[in-house]
């Protein structure tokens, strides 16, 4: 990822239009969090912690993992002044550099289709997962009206299941939860969430 991109963007990331997203997914996340309390989980390219700092509460320990510095020291100071307990703002970008624990969840939200390199991160999130470990996909619908060299135009959920069964994954799920106007590149678009276990 262009990590200058995302270090700029950091100050105004948290708009009307990415609060009301990060709401939305916030909510299917929610409910793949049930009876995780005694779990670790990790969002990996958390951005400003819209998406998963609102549920530290349903889990052991919450990591926030960005590759931005600018996005990474937004979310440190929104976990100090909510003094959220169980979370930690890391500044790590796994496909150079590996963490080193595993968690027992990991989210990557709005990620993937900004990564070239979809088979390489796949493993590296597998390797980061504890056994029987939960991986969460939410990203776009594959879109043919997406032209932008610089991203995937989102995901066919054919090949994307198949990508996570070629990388180890099992009882791996995808399904369209959100559509909405304008949601991607000023194009209308659907959301997916796409499950695998390690």
Do not use: W
């Not at 991109?5 to 793949?32: G, M, N, T």
């Not at 969460?136 to 995901?155: A, P």
């Amino acid at each position: 990822m262009a990590n200058e991109l995302f270090d700029e963007l950091a100050k105004r990331y948290d708009s009307d239009k990415q609060i009301f997203l990060a709401s939305i997914i916030q909510k299917e996340v929610e409910a793949e969090l049930e009876e995780s309390q005694d779990k670790t989980f990790l969002d990996y390219g958390s951005g400003t912690g819209l998406v998963s700092l609102d549920l530290a509460s349903y889990v052991d320990e919450l990591y926030l993992v960005d590759s931005s510095k600018e996005m990474t020291a937004i979310t440190a100071n929104k976990i100090q002044t909510n003094q959220i307990k169980n979370a930690s703002a890391l500044c790590r970008d796994l496909i150079k550099e590996d963490l080193t624990f595993k968690v027992d969840i990991i989210l990557v939200s709005l990620v993937l289709l900004h990564i070239p390199d979809t088979d390489f991160v796949l493993k590296q999130l597998y390797k980061h997962l504890n056994p029987k470990g939960k991986l969460i996909i939410v990203d776009f619908d594959k879109n043919e009206k997406i032209t932008d060299s610089r991203v995937h135009n989102g995901f066919d959920k054919q090949e994307l299941k198949e990508k996570m069964q070629t990388t180890g994954f099992v009882h791996v799920s995808s399904d369209t939860f959100y559509q909405g106007e304008k949601l991607f590149m000023k194009e209308d678009a659907s959301l997916c969430l796409t499950l695998g276990y390690k």
